[in-house]
C-alpha cells in the first residue's frame, strides 16, 4: 500500500537494532511503584499500550540508578530486591511481543532528589547531592558530590545499565537534561566546582562522558544507547543552543542517538512539558542546529500530535526520530494509524495536564480524552454484548459522543441525538480560543469514530418524552451538558454581553477594552486569548483566587499567562453592568468602575438539571453522565460515558 506518511513511516536502523518507524514512545513514570522500586503491573500495563498502538520504541521512565545519594520515589533495579529484576523482565517483555523496542531511562535527581514523592516532608529530609554546595530555592540545603561518590555513581550507572539489558531491554536513554543530576554537571546555573569537573565546558561534560562510557563497557558495542539532553536550559543563568551543539558532538562518539529536549523541570515546566499557551514543536529548531553539526541520529520531542507536522520534520531533515508522550495517552494507536493511513481516527492531545496533575495529586494516571490510561488491566478491548440492546443518547458532547462511540462499539443499535445543529457541547465554544482548538477538534474526531463505529447521530433534534415513547428504547444515556450561570444584575442582558459559551460566534461584538466577569478557568482562558489579540483586557473575580478549578499543573502556566496579558481585580463584586464597564464593590464596600465596552460573562455553569427530571424513568435503564449529574470536566464526562456504555 502507499504510505501517506512515508519518511515518518519509515524504519530506522540503529546499529543493529532496526525501529520499525519514527515514532517513540518517550518516557513517562508508572504509577504503581512498589516501595523497594519495582515496577508494578499496573505500569507493566501501561508501558504495552504504546507497544500495541505502533510506538517503534517504548522508554520505561525513570530509574535511579544510585538510591543511597537519590531519594525519589521511582524505580530502581537491584538484584538483591525480590522481584526488582522479574518486574523489569516482564515489563521488557510485553514491550517486545508487541514488536516494539523496549527501552529504559537512567537518571539520577542530584539536588532535586525527592522531586516525584508525594510525602513532601520526606522529599525534605533525604540527603540532597549536587555538583556543588548550594541551597535550593526551597530552602534545602545541597551538599557537594566528593570525587569518590561521583565514581561510585558512575559505577552504578553501569551495573544497573548491565541489570536493565540482562532483563530484557534493547536500548537504554541515559538522561543528561531537564535539570537532574547530569544536567546540573552540564550547567553553569548549578555547576560551580573548581576541580576538573566544572569551569570549562569540557570539564561540565567530564561526569556525562564517564557515565556513557561506563554504560557502553557494560551493555557491549552494539546495544544502542541514547543521550537525553536539553539543547538549551532557555534562561540566561543556564546554557543556550551554542553551548548546546558542543556537548552534543563532546558525547557524540559514546551514544547511538541524540535526543534533544530543552530546559529544566524546575525553571522551564510549560516549556519542557509544552503547556497549551506554547507552539506545537516548540524544541524542534534546537534538535534541527544541532542536527547540522553531528551524524548520529537525532530524536526531538515538544507537544507533537500532528501527522503532518512529524512528516515534515523527518522529512526536512529537522530530526531523524520523533518522540510523543502526552500524545500517546491521548491515542496509544496514533503510530499504528499513522502507518495504517487512518489519520483521521487520531484523538489528539489537549495538552491540559491531566495526566500530570493526576498523578501528583493521587499517584495514578489518568487522561482527559482517554478512558483506559490508569485503568489498562481492567481490560482495553471493548467487548462485544451477548445482548444487542437499543441505545439512545441525549446530547453529544464530549461525553455523549463517547458513550455512543463505546456502546456503538459493543454492538448495539446507538442513536445519539443532538439539538443543536453542530455536536460538542461546550465544547464547540472552544473554536474561539486559538490554544484551545484541538478541544474543538475533538468534538468532530468523537463524532467521526462512533459513526464508524455504527452509531446514528441526529442533530437538530432534542431528545424528548414523546421521541422515547416512540423510540423505546432498552437505555438512555443522558448528557444533556449544562447551562451558562447569568446571575440577575442590572446589564446582564445588554447588547455588550457576550456569554463566554458564545465568543465563538459573537466575535465581531468583542471590542478593544473588555472586561472578563468571572475568573474561573473559562474566564481566565478567554481573557489569555483576548489579552493575545491585543486587546486591553480586565478579569473581574469576587474571589480572592483565580482558576481554582484548574489543575495543578496547568493554574500555575495559566497565571503566568494572565499576568502578561490581563489586569486582575480579585475580591470584588459586580453589581451592574453599563455600557462603560461594569459597576462593583471592592473589599471596603466601595464602589468601583472596571472599565471596558465589552463585557464577557464567565460565571460558570449549572446542570440541565429540568432535563434530567423529565427523561429520568423513560426507559429501563438510565444513565446520567458528564455535567448533567455534576458540572465539572471533560476527564469525567468521557470516562462516565465510556463505563455507561459498557454497563449495557
Not at 545541597?142 to 561521583?150: E, H, N, Q, S, W
Not at 520534520?313 to 496514533?334: Q, T
Request: glycine share 10%; aromatic share 6%.
Amino acid at each position: 500500500m502507499e504510505r501517506k506518511y512515508k519518511a515518518l513511516s519509515s524504519p530506522i536502523t540503529v546499529g543493529r537494532t532496526v525501529f520499525r518507524n519514527r515514532m517513540f514512545s518517550a518516557p513517562m513514570g508508572g504509577t504503581d511503584i512498589t516501595n523497594d522500586g519495582c515496577i508494578g503491573p499496573k505500569s507493566t500495563a501501561f508501558y504495552e499500550l504504546r507497544a500495541r498502538g505502533g510506538a517503534a520504541a517504548v522508554t520505561v521512565s525513570e530509574l535511579m540508578v544510585h538510591p543511597a545519594t537519590d531519594g525519589s520515589h521511582a524505580y530502581h533495579l537491584d538484584e538483591s530486591i525480590l522481584n526488582s529484576l522479574a518486574a523489569a523482565t516482564y515489563t521488557a517483555d510485553v514491550i517486545k511481543r508487541h514488536g516494539a523496542v523496549p527501552s529504559l531511562e537512567l537518571s539520577h535527581s542530584g539536588m532535586f532528589a525527592g522531586t516525584y514523592m508525594t510525602d513532601k516532608d520526606r522529599q525534605h529530609s533525604l540527603s540532597q547531592w549536587g555538583p556543588s554546595d548550594t541551597v535550593r530555592a526551597d530552602g534545602v540545603k545541597v551538599k557537594a558530590l566528593t570525587k569518590d561518590m561521583i565514581k561510585d555513581i558512575v559505577a552504578a550507572y553501569g551495573h544497573v545499565a548491565a541489570l536493565a539489558k540482562r532483563a530484557g531491554f534493547e536500548m537504554l536513554m541515559i538522561h543528561g537534561g531537564h535539570g537532574w543530576l547530569i544536567n546540573q554537571f552540564l550547567s553553569p546555573m548549578f555547576n560551580h566546582r573548581d576541580d576538573e569537573y566544572g569551569g570549562s565546558l569540557d570539564n561540565r561534560c567530564r561526569f556525562a562522558i564517564e557515565v556513557l562510557k561506563e554504560v557502553r563497557h557494560r551493555v557491549g558495542d552494539y546495544f544502542p544507547i541514547e543521550f537525553r539532553m536539553s539543547g538549551s536550559e532557555l534562561v540566561p543563568e543556564g546554557y543556550g543552543i551554542e553551548d548546546g551543539i558542543e556537548i552534543a558532538k563532546l558525547v557524540e562518539p559514546y551514544v547511538d542517538i541524540i535526543h534533544v529536549s530543552a530546559g529544566t523541570y524546575q525553571r522551564t515546566f510549560g516549556n519542557t512539558h509544552p503547556s497549551m499557551f506554547t507552539e506545537h514543536g516548540c524544541n524542534v529548531e534546537l534538535a534541527a542546529r544541532i542536527r547540522e553539526h553531528v551524524k548520529k541520529p537525532v530524536a526531538t520531542i515538544g507537544g507533537l500530535n500532528d501527522p503532518e507536522q512529524m512528516e515534515e520534520i523527518i522529512s526536512s531533515g529537522k530530526a531523524d526520530i520523533v518522540y510523543m508522550a502526552r500524545a500517546l495517552l491521548a491515542d496509544p494507536e496514533l503510530p499504528r494509524k499513522v502507518v495504517e493511513n487512518r489519520e483521521a481516527e487520531i484523538v489528539k492531545c489537549l495538552r491540559c495536564f491531566t495526566c500530570m496533575a493526576e498523578r501528583a495529586a493521587t499517584s495514578t494516571r489518568r487522561c482527559a480524552v482517554n478512558p483506559l490510561i490508569g485503568r489498562e488491566m481492567d481490560g482495553i478491548e471493548v467487548m462485544p454484548s451477548s445482548v444487542k440492546r437499543k441505545v439512545i443518547v441525549a446530547g453529544g458532547g464530549p461525553g455523549g459522543l463517547y458513550a455512543a462511540y463505546t456502546a456503538a462499539r459493543r454492538g448495539h443499535d446507538v442513536t445519539l441525538y443532538e439539538k443543536e445543529s453542530e455536536v460538542g457541547g461546550i465544547l464547540r465554544s472552544e473554536q474561539g480560543i486559538t490554544f484551545k482548538h484541538e478541544m474543538y477538534e475533538l468534538s468532530n474526531t468523537y463524532r467521526y469514530l462512533a459513526e464508524q463505529a455504527g452509531a446514528k447521530i441526529i442533530t437538530g433534534t432534542g431528545v424528548t418524552e414523546d421521541l422515547l415513547e416512540k423510540e423505546k428504547p432498552y437505555a438512555l444515556i443522558i448528557a444533556t451538558g449544562s447551562n451558562p450561570i447569568v446571575p440577575p444584575i442590572k446589564g446582564i442582558h445588554g447588547d455588550n454581553v457576550v456569554l463566554v459559551n458564545n465568543y465563538y460566534k459573537e466575535k465581531d461584538k468583542v471590542a478593544d477594552d473588555v472586561v472578563v466577569f468571572g475568573g474561573g478557568l473559562a474566564g481566565c482562558e478567554c481573557a489569555i486569548h483576548l489579552g493575545m489579540e491585543g486587546k486591553n483586557v480586565h478579569i473581574v473575580e469576587m474571589k480572592d483566587r483565580l482558576a481554582p478549578d484548574a489543575n495543578v499543573r496547568h493554574r500555575p502556566l495559566l497565571l503566568a499567562e494572565i499576568e502578561k496579558y490581563v489586569t486582575v481585580h480579585t475580591g470584588v463584586k459586580g453589581l451592574e453592568i453599563t455600557k462603560s464597564g461594569i459597576i462593583c464593590e471592592n473589599r471596603e464596600g466601595k464602589q468601583v468602575l472596571i472599565p471596558g465596552e465589552t463585557v464577557i460573562c464567565a460565571l460558570g455553569q449549572r446542570p440541565s438539571i429540568d432535563q434530567v427530571e423529565q427523561l429520568k424513568d423513560t426507559a429501563p435503564f438510565v444513565r446520567v453522565i458528564g455535567d448533567a449529574g455534576r458540572v465539572s470536566n471533560i476527564t469525567n464526562a468521557v470516562y462516565q460515558g465510556y463505563y455507561a456504555a459498557l454497563d449495557i
